[in-house]
Nanobody, 116 residues
Framework: QVQLVESGGGLVQPGGSLRLSCAAS?????????VGWYRQAPGKQRELVATISSDRSTNYGDSVKGRFTVSRVNNQKMVYLQMNNLNPEDTAVYYC?????????WGQGTQVTVSS
């Protein structure tokens, strides 16, 4: 059973930056997992933010391309999301995800609020 714990959320002004972190535990094959970030705003469906595969190929949601960067450090079992030039539409709960074949794990989420 993989556990994922997010951190780094908070309140930031428009145009600001935040870095989210996700710490994984409970697996010895973290490097084989595809990992990434999703978000859910009030009244909306959960949507893709960014993913990074085991071979480090990345995929981004259209609304964050060029502003967000996903990365991973396998020997530390960590996943990061660097978010720049944030705007109010980025306000959401951000969830860390790890997938490997039929295994699909989620963290509890961290709130990001972009407001002046």
């Amino acid at each position: 059973q993989v556990q994922l714990v997010e951190s780094g959320g908070g309140l930031v002004q428009p145009g600001g930056s935040l870095r989210l972190s996700c710490a994984a535990s409970g697996t010895t094959v973290f490097r084989d997992y595809g990992v990434g970030w999703y978000r859910q705003a009030p009244g909306k469906q959960r949507e893709l933010v960014a993913t990074i595969s085991s071979d480090r190929s990345t995929n981004y949601g259209d609304s964050v391309k060029g502003r967000f960067t996903v990365s991973r450090v396998n020997n530390q079992k960590m996943v990061y999301l660097q978010m720049n030039n944030l705007n109010p539409e980025d306000t959401a709960v951000y969830y860390c995800n790890a997938k490997l074949t039929r295994d699909d794990y989620w963290g509890q989420g961290t709130q990001v609020t972009v407001s002046s």
